[in-house]
């Protein structure tokens, strides 16, 4: 018997099929209802574990410092965390300090400040344990320095989670490269920092471990997606972390958060073991860097990191010592500059840090050379964010939806929400009045076929070379250019990625770029915010002002680029600023 015949004898068959498929459709139904709540039931569970393992090892740090604190009734943690790295290194190396003393007053600071910012993920115990291998040993470039590291940076038997559900409860076998280079060095991981959900936001919210607050301002985001790192810094209780960086997430937090961070040249660093909720998206690259107090501890990081160990462990990453001299050297330097990028307008406090800045580069003998960059808006849109979400967003939605949303990245959620064809039509609705969000609509649609997603990498190597034979042209060093600031309200990040024109672009290019923090809001800068107008006047324009509102007292940076692999360099203009910068204000306060 035949399908057909089989329909035929149940059409004939005299029943009422009414309620057979109505009891069917509400079987269905509350079968759907059951495992939906039972799948919730399972994400909650997740969740709470999370919570608990956090909660379990800020006990036992508590309890640990403690003990240590009983031991040793004369310890006193204000003196040690309040040095700079080069001074407490100095200190471990000829014996005046001892690692232990330098982890618990480092730990204590950590519990304080996490209490505060909410900025941790787990305090790792393992660093107690590596305390004996560091006493046995006594060698390295940062031998006894309590290092903190970002969430998606792997350390042996706990999650990368990335903020999202999808990769809790899977915890790493083996630490990344950058960690067994750390400890090879004698640095000693001790906290692990928070992150927004999914990475690809310059927010620092979760829906496992929550939402992380600035130092400067609580009522303010600390930036991201190494957010969790720049607050711990920046409120003291770490000396130096390790952040990655794919469209400012190093240089976003280091800014908003008052302190110094580095996005070296892709590749420099070892990324083997940094999980990502995008892998294998190759348009635009993420980068693994430092963020600290200063530039001499990023400098001194990277000494650190720019070993034997790091080649040997990881031969993808050229064999490149880092070059002191470059650092060091102090020969003038011709630099390109520009204050506006024509995508978005700086606030008032970032173009007066920037000119500010400018100025001062100026006065000690430095040449400064206009430079704009090139096709912003077609590199903006459709090689950044085409690229990174080259899949149409696919692979991250995957990450999101299997848990819930969190409130910073419900925008973007949303839109990667709407099917291909809508999106495609609000795009063309969007055009002839919002032109920006039209482009960026139309761009998170990604490609069609791999021939169009191989094109686009061959634009992306055109556009490199078209830069870099502007640089040559002009024959500039290295660039100063604003960085975005001060810090935003929250729930704007998620919003707003029209914000990270300044950013991204180096990351598209793959040049090494840092932020330095080089003063702070005032109250002239907050009252010309009434005046701001934006590049396009729209609502990202009227949006951005809403988000940076109510800045007064808080950090703005300036960003130093130079070209890929010129890494030191980077890092030596980078100090120049922050030296004219510190030079500067103490000239004013006498």
């Known amino acids: 018997m035949d399908g057909f015949e089989v329909q035929k004898l149940v059409l004939d068959m005299d029943i009422n099929w009414t309620p057979v498929i109505a009891a069917t459709l509400c079987g269905t139904g509350a079968l759907y209802v ?30 640990a410092v403690q003990q240590f604190k009983i031991q040793n009734p004369d310890f006193e943690s204000s003196s040690i965390v309040s040095l700079s790295l080069p001074e407490l290194t100095g200190k471990l190396k000829d014996g005046s300090l001892q690692p232990d003393a330098v982890l618990y007053a480092f730990m204590e600071k950590a519990l304080e400040v996490n209490k505060n910012l909410n900025c941790s993920t787990e305090i790792i115990m393992e660093s107690v344990a590596q305390l004996k291998e560091i006493n046995t040993q006594k060698k390295g470039l940062l031998y006894g320095v309590p290092i903190s590291i970002k ?48 990475l ?28 969790g790192e720049g607050a711990l810094i920046g409120g003291g209780g770490s000396i130096l972390g390790l952040g990655t960086d794919i469209g400012g997430s190093i240089r976003i937090p280091a800014a908003f958060c008052g302190i110094c961070g580095f996005k070296p040249t892709t590749m420099r660093l070892s990324v083997r073991g940094i999980s990502s909720c995008v892998k294998g998206q190759k348009s635009v690259l993420t980068s693994l860097g430092p963020l600290g107090r200063d530039v001499e501890s990023l400098a001194l990081c990277m000494r650190a990191l720019l070993c034997q160990d790091m080649f040997s462990l990881d031969p993808t990453v050229p064999p490149i010592p880092f070059n002191q001299e470059v650092y060091e050297s102090s020969e003038p330097l011709r630099i390109g500059y520009y204050e ?135 024959n500039v060093d290295v660039l100063l250019c604003p960085m975005l600031g001060p810090a935003f309200n929250f729930r704007y990040c998620g919003s707003l990625n029209s914000a990270l024109s300044y950013t991204t672009l180096y990351n598209l290019l793959n040049f090494p770029a840092g932020a330095v923090t080089v003063s702070t809001v005032t109250e002239e800068d907050e009252a010309q915010l009434r005046h701001y107008k934006g590049v396009h006047g729209d609502v990202w324009d009227k949006l951005f002002v809403k988000a940076v509102k109510g800045g007064v007292g808080l950090p703005v940076a300036v960003q130093c680029v130079s070209l890929p692999w010129q890494d030191e360099m980077c890092l030596r203009f980078m100090r120049e600023v922050e030296q004219l910068t510190a030079k500067s204000k103490l000239t004013r306060k006498h």
Request: net charge positive.
């Open 151 to 198: 969430d998606n940076v792997a350390y042996e038997g706990r999650d990368t989670s990335c903020g999202v559900v999808s990769k809790l409860d899977q915890p790493v076998l083996v630490d990344s490269v950058v960690v067994k280079v750390l400890k090879k060095q004698g640095a000693i991981p001790f906290i692990k920092t928070n992150i927004p959900q999914g």
């Open 340 to 474: 506006n990028d024509g995508y978005l307008q700086p606030s008032p406090s970032m173009a007066r840090a920037f000119r500010e800045t400018k100025d001062l580069l100026e006065r000690a003998g430095h040449t400064l050379v206009p430079f704009q960059p090139l096709r912003l808006y077609h590199a903006f849109h459709e090689l950044t964010v085409r690229g990174i979400l080259g899949d149409g967003g696919r692979t991250l939605f995957s990450h999101l939806y299997t848990g819930p949303i969190d409130p910073c990245l419900r925008a973007q959620a949303n839109m990667l929400s709407i099917p291909g064809f809508i999106k495609k039509l609000i795009s063309i609705v969007l055009k002839p009045f919002y032109p920006r969000l039209s482009a960026n609509i139309d761009a998170s649609l990604g490609f069609g076929s791999v021939a169009e997603l191989w094109r686009q990498h061959a634009n992306i190597e055109e556009y490199i070379q078209e830069v870099i034979a502007e640089w040559r042209r002009l």
């Open 200 to 227: 690809l936001n310059y927010d620092c919210s979760n829906p496992i471990y929550g939402q992380t607050l600035n130092p400067c301002n609580l009522q303010k985001t600390s930036g991201g997606s190494s957010g």
């Open 34 to 63: 059951f495992f939906k709540w039972r799948n919730n039931q399972k994400i909650q569970k997740k969740i709470l574990n999370a919570r608990k393992r956090r909660d379990k090892s800020v006990q036992q740090a508590e309890q």
